[in-house]
């Protein structure tokens, strides 16, 4: 059974930094590419950012381009977001997800995390 694990949301201020693990099971994980989407309330989820599974390559969406970076360690089989220069409107719930294709990591991934809140006040 294949299972994302998404920690590390919680409450900050505008400005600070934040950072996001996913931890995996039941999946070969350097078979994998990651990626975190977001949904913030009343909008559809969004894609935020991939990364494949050699580590060779990397996408973002405009929104989280030179604020977020997104890495992996394959030994530790865990995936990570780390998130600066937060804005009040990163305030959403970020998922973990996974995909054994790097274009559909950013569109339609297979597997989903359960999500963790993040939340940016002013």
């Known amino acids: 059974q294949v299972q994302l694990v998404e920690s590390g949301g919680g409450l900050v201020q505008a400005g600070a930094s934040l950072n996001l693990s996913c931890e995996t099971s039941?999946?070969?994980?350097?078979?994998?590419?990651f990626g975190w989407f977001r949904q913030a309330p009343g909008k559809e989820r969004e894609f935020v950012a991939a990364i494949d599974w050699k580590k060779s390559e990397t996408s973002y969406s405009d929104s989280a381009k030179g604020r977020f970076t997104i890495s992996r360690d394959n030994t530790e089989k865990t995936a990570y977001l780390r998130m600066s220069s937060l804005k009040t409107e990163d305030t959403a719930v970020y998922y973990c997800?996974?995909?054994?294709?790097?274009?559909?990591?950013?569109?339609?991934?297979?597997?989903w995390g359960q999500g963790t809140q993040v939340t940016v006040g002013q």
């Open positions: 997800t996974s995909d054994k294709s790097f274009s559909t990591i950013q569109t339609s991934p297979t597997y």
């Open positions: 039941g999946i070969t994980f350097h078979y994998y590419h």
